[in-house]
Structure formats: structure tokens, C-alpha cells
């Protein structure tokens, strides 16, 4: 008779704290520990597929935290999943969305867990099963987040000499605007012409704050400005990023294709921040970034501080890409004090191999996994 069909079998889900190198202060949070939801899908061919959903202190990035991401899976995705055929990603991720809102970052460690299975399965890796590689060697940039100049500017010294990395994003938008030009200004002016610099204000600006803002960070030689203003401001994102010439990343305000339909539609000008966790997969995101390449915004590969799992989904989706004009910020694995994979993902000359298949080309290390699992 016919072959039976593959199916998935069971869903876990494991929360996993580990400790970051150095306090990594944003606008919103300072994280000392970034907690990633690790996701092990187990299919009836025998097959493992694993995916990772991640977010950034708590709740206070976004609606999803690690918990709800947890539970969420395990009381409403999971059972939609299970006893379902394997193979059929597309379907699978219709059904999701057909009866689940929201929770893009439980979705996307789900959809790269089917995909990392479906790599497996057929012994390639998840970039050729989204059409094939345009590049295996991505670059990364650093995020420069200590709180302190001094430390932040020994910090980027560091990485430039090891030829880690030479593109630096801050995160400002916690002190006062004045507080925050001058820090700024003062590393752009130690790197010089070394190194590009960025800044990403993750909200904390209204308008007319970030009209003075960011006008003193183009006189500092700033190269790119991100999400400034409310995520919701789609208005004042567009306004800002034509008023300037500096150019406008737009991050949280672009979650999914949706967002930026709404925002080239309105006029916007600039590049558009990716992050499977924002879409809710590889798949989604890159959906958003062919809409972004049909109309002429710029492209970015962003993180949401994920492990390696996370990261290197990431990395397979952003490698089918022909362009980012902003290159990536895969960098999250290097902000964790330790990891949970067998082998981690290899930095080097300013960015980070693609690793190779089948799937993601990841494995776990079960000790790490049990260590640092939340009991
Ligand atoms: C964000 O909003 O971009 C990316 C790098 C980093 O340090 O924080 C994240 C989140
Ligand atoms: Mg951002």
C-alpha cells in the first residue's frame, strides 16, 4: 500500500535562562539574562525539528514574554499540530493563523521547528528549502549597550581589532535627549571614520523630541536612525523619514508585510528591520522583505537578541536574500555567557557563517539544555 504519511507526534517546550556577558541596557529594560523558549517537535518518521521563540525583558518589548510564549504553544498551537501531516508548512501555517491571533513569536519558533524538521527529513538545509543561498557569510554588527561610554568605546575597540565587527549600534532613548547626543557623538568621534554607527531609540521619542533628536545625530555623523517614535505612529515615522536626510530603519512599527504595505503606501523612505520573531516565521518575514524589495525600501536583518537556534533561522532566511543594504544584527549568541548547542555558529572577518545543513545545521548539547532549563 502507500507509504504512511509523516506526522508530527509531539510538541515540548523549555524555558532557558542564560546569563548575558555584561548588562545590556535598551530604553526600555536592562537585561542581565535573556530567556529563550526552546521548542522540540517530534515527528513520527523520527525526525526532530527544533525552533526557539524569543523576546527582550519580559513583557517590556512586547505584548508576547516568555511565559505566555511557552503556554500558548502548549495549550493552543501545539494541538493544533499534532496528528497533522509534516510536510506541508504552508498549511501548517495557515491553520496557525486561521486560529491563533497574534503571537508571532510562539508561531515562528514553531515554523522553524517544521522547517528544521523538513530540512532534515530531506537532507538539505532550511535556506535551500526557502529557495537557496545568495550568500553563506553575513555580516553582523555589534550593539554597543553597556550604559557607560567609556566602556562602550573600549568595547568597540575591541571588536574592530579582532575583526569581529565594524558596524556599532547604541541604544539610546532612556536619558535625556542632550545626555544622549553627547554620548553618542562622543563614541562616533573616538571610531572615527572606523566604524559605521547607529542608534536605535526603540520608541522612547514623540515627534517633536525626535526632530531635535535626530537632527543632532545627522551633525554627529550618525548613519541610520531607528524607530524613534511609538510603533504605532506610522504617520510620524513616515514625516520624520522624509524630513531627514539621515536614513529612518523602521522596526517595531513593521512587524509584518501588512505594516509595510502601510508604510510605503504612506510614503516612507528608508529600510525595514526583519526578524522572524515580528512575522512569526522565516517564511513570513521573507514575505515582507520581497514586498520591500518590490518597493525600493532597504533591507536589515534584526534580531531579537535570540540563541543560536533563533539566530541561525535567522541567518537561513536572510541568506536567500540578494540584498540588505544594512547588512544584520545576528549577534545574539555572542551576548550569552554560555549556550545550549553542540557546536556555535562561527564569527569571524565582521560577520557569521551560514551553518550548513540538514536544517538549520544546529544540534543540542542535552547537559547545557538540562542546566540551564528553568525547573
Ligand atoms: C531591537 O529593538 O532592535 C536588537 C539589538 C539589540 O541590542 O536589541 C535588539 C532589539
Ligand atoms: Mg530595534
Request: charged content about 20%; glycine content about 10%.
Amino acid at each position: 500500500g502507500a507509504p504512511m504519511p509523516v506526522v508530527i507526534e509531539h510538541i515540548e517546550t523549555q524555558l532557558v535562562d542564560l546569563p548575558t556577558i555584561r548588562p545590556h541596557k535598551l530604553s526600555m529594560a536592562t537585561m542581565g539574562c535573556q530567556t529563550l523558549v526552546i521548542v522540540r517537535m517530534r515527528h513520527s518518521d523520527g525526525v526532530e525539528g527544533l525552533g526557539e521563540g524569543t523576546t527582550i525583558g519580559g513583557l517590556s518589548y512586547g505584548p508576547e514574554s516568555p511565559e505566555s510564549i511557552k503556554c500558548n504553544i502548549d495549550t493552543y498551537l501545539a494541538p493544533l499540530l499534532i496528528g497533522q501531516s509534516s510536510a506541508n508548512i504552508n498549511a501548517l501555517r495557515a491553520r496557525m493563523n486561521r486560529h491563533v491571533r497574534g503571537n508571532t513569536i510562539a508561531k515562528s519558533a514553531l515554523e522553524t521547528a517544521l522547517l528544521d524538521a523538513q530540512g532534515k527529513r530531506l537532507e538539505v538545509s532550511v535556506a535551500t528549502l526557502l529557495g537557496g543561498t545568495n550568500h553563506d557569510h553575513l555580516p553582523v554588527l555589534w550593539t554597543l549597550a553597556s550604559g557607560d561610554t567609556q566602556q562602550d568605546i573600549e568595547e568597540a575597540f575591541q571588536r574592530l581589532d579582532d575583526r569581529r565587527h565594524c558596524d556599532f549600534k547604541l541604544k539610546i532613548g532612556a536619558n535625556s535627549v542632550d545626555q544622549d547626543v553627547n554620548h553618542v557623538a562622543m563614541i562616533k568621534e573616538a571610531l572615527g571614520e572606523r566604524a559605521s554607527i547607529r542608534v536605535d531609540i526603540n520608541q522612547a521619542w514623540d515627534e517633536s523630541t525626535a526632530v531635535r533628536g535626530i537632527a543632532a545625530l545627522q551633525n554627529a555623523g550618525i548613519d541610520l536612525i531607528e524607530q524613534p517614535v511609538d510603533a504605532r505612529d506610522k504617520a510620524a515615522m513616515i514625516r520624520l523619514s522624509r524630513r531627514f536626510n539621515v536614513s529612518m530603519l523602521a522596526d517595531e512599527a513593521v512587524q509584518d508585510t501588512r505594516d509595510g504595505l502601510d508604510l510605503v503606501c504612506g510614503g516612507f523612505s528608508g529600510a525595514f528591520a526583519l526578524k522572524i520573531a515580528k512575522s512569526g516565521g522565516p517564511l513570513e518575514a521573507l514575505e515582507l522583505a520581497h514586498l520591500a524589495q518590490a518597493s525600493g525600501m532597504e533591507l536589515y536583518g534584526g534580531t531579537m537578541l535570540e540563541g543560536t537556534i533563533g539566530t541561525a533561522a535567522s541567518l537561513h532566511a536572510w541568506s536567500t536574500l540578494s540584498e540588505m543594504a544594512w547588512g544584520t544584527e545576528m549577534f545574539g549568541p555572542l551576548l550569552l555567557e554560555d549556550d545550549i548547542v553542540a557546536e556555535p555558529l562561527s564569527y569571524h572577518e565582521f560577520g557569521v557563517e551560514l551553518p550548513a545543513g540538514p536544517g538549520l545545521g544546529i544540534t543540542l548539547d542535552e547537559d547545557k539544555l538540562t542546566h540551564y532549563s528553568r525547573k
